[in-house]
């Protein structure tokens, strides 16, 4: 739902800010336009990452398909920086020169104005379920978008950022080419704007790689689960546990553990299996992979909540 409003809101905006730069001629609504229509199909790009990561594990990908999320949302943050960002400077460099004025600037004003009403409402959404999901973990707001394994929350978030303050930046840029009768400011808001959607899009692109190469679980996360695992009358003991991201909110756990009592082999192979069970039935967990302790094994220690 976030993504479809977000989307939703990008083609709307960047209709409006394309025919205002067309009655404009303001090299700042070129670059906003360039950026609202970027977005907007970056928002595909979401939608396709949410569906296909969706997909149930299968024998072929036997943990799931969740990384497939990250690909899209990679390919999504590549549109940013290709589309939005060099577009726009480029653009602005090439009408640094111009020294014509912005016509009908109450257009511009007017059509920045009613996008930036439609940007924060989305953004607004995305804000709203970052601090509660934030709450929920125990960290700050811009610590959880940038730690989530949620990317289509991330890249909506940063995305909706950008697009206020890229707004901002274009209305002061026309602002001040009226004031000075200096073009080039208006290529200067281009620009900005450029450099803007450029380092959102590294921040997207080098998250979205750390989960596809295989990021960790923030200590918080690993002191959760391995309190978990404890709290299970089966496990005394936990020697072992990795976490792993397949997929967003989705986790791959292989731990070591001791259970409780002296059982014989088959005994324990069931109890193993059915603690495994139990693990997987809750809606984070792709696959969890348990195996014994040996008993000279020190114990892990994980910090209270």
Do not use: C
Request: hydrophobic content about 50%; charged content about 20%.
């Amino acid at each position: 739902m976030t993504v479809l409003l977000a989307f939703l809101a990008n083609v709307l905006v960047a209709i409006a800010k394309t025919v205002a730069a067309v009655i404009t001629s303001s090299a700042s609504m070129v670059a906003e336009a360039a950026h609202s229509w970027a977005d907007a199909g970056n928002e595909v790009f979401l939608l396709i990452a949410d569906r296909r990561g969706a997909k149930t594990k299968d024998a072929r990908h036997p943990l799931g398909y969740g990384r497939n999320a990250f690909v899209w949302s990679l390919i999504a943050a590549f549109g940013i920086f290709t589309a939005g960002s060099i577009v726009s400077i480029m653009h602005g460099i090439q009408e640094l020169s111009d020294t014509g004025p912005v016509e009908s600037p109450v257009v511009a004003y007017v059509v920045l104005g009613i996008a930036f009403v439609l940007e924060g409402a989305s953004f607004t959404q995305a804000m709203v379920k970052s601090r509660r999901l934030a709450r929920q973990g125990g960290t700050s707001t811009w610590d959880f978008v940038l730690d989530t394994s949620d990317t289509t929350l991330r890249a909506v978030f940063f995305e909706d950022s950008a697009a206020l303050i890229g707004l901002v930046l274009a209305g002061g840029s026309i602002l001040l080419h009226q004031m000075t009768g200096v073009a080039a400011w208006d290529a200067i808001g281009s620009i900005l704007v450029g450099i803007l959607l450029g380092v959102v899009a590294v921040i997207l692109i080098g998250r979205n790689i750390a989960f596809l190469v295989g990021a960790t679980a923030a200590p918080k996360l690993r002191a959760r689960v391995g309190r978990a695992l404890l709290g299970l009358d089966q496990i005394e003991r936990v020697t072992y546990l990795h976490i792993e991201y397949v997929g967003p909110n989705r986790l791959f756990i292989v731990a070591e553990v001791d259970l409780a009592g002296d059982a014989r082999e088959h005994d324990v192979a069931r109890r193993l299996r059915d603690v495994e069970q139990r693990i997987e039935a809750h809606e984070a967990v792709e696959t969890v992979v348990l195996s014994l302790s040996v008993d000279d094994e020190p114990s892990l220690e994980f910090a209270p909540a």
